[in-house]
């Protein structure tokens, strides 16, 4: 039972194919493949705070889930990204992805080039701009709805952008600080 936090996180990672898969099948037509898609990735997104909770109830928490966890979100956020900005274009810009996609490298990046040494969990600001990106993509990802439902993931995104930069930069305060201290530790 403690490993199962980690194989919900597994889980998770393996469910981004599967989604990109199947919005590369509908191909922005909004038919079953892009229902099977808002299914899998709701039931991915689920598994996001159930394995957080479990891990934290069970007094599990590792060193992989607190360096895998958040890459199997960005994972998620940034596959089903690409596949709605490439399948449902022009509607979803490129310019959010492109926005997430360096932030997330860059802090998945900086965060694995201290991992030797300390282990820097998802921010509360980060987990905030996981759950608005997710309600952006999870509207998006809904077929055949009124035009204030994109509307609203419209606004999610740009909400998810702004949170994005802002965590950003109190990651790389975080990191430098972490550097800072092996070094002198060193």
Known sequence: MERLPNWLTWARLAAVPIVMALLAIDDGQEGAARWWALGIFFVACMTDFLDGYLARRWHVITSFGKLADPIADKALVLGTLFMLCLTDSPRIPWWPLAIIFVRE????????????????PASRGGKVKTMVQLFAIGFYLIPNMPEWIDTLAWWLLVAAVILSVATWIDYEMRLSRARKESASAA
Do not use: E, F, K
């Open 105 to 120: 490298v860059a802090v998945t990046v900086g965060r694995i080039r201290v991992a030797s040494h300390v282990v820097i």
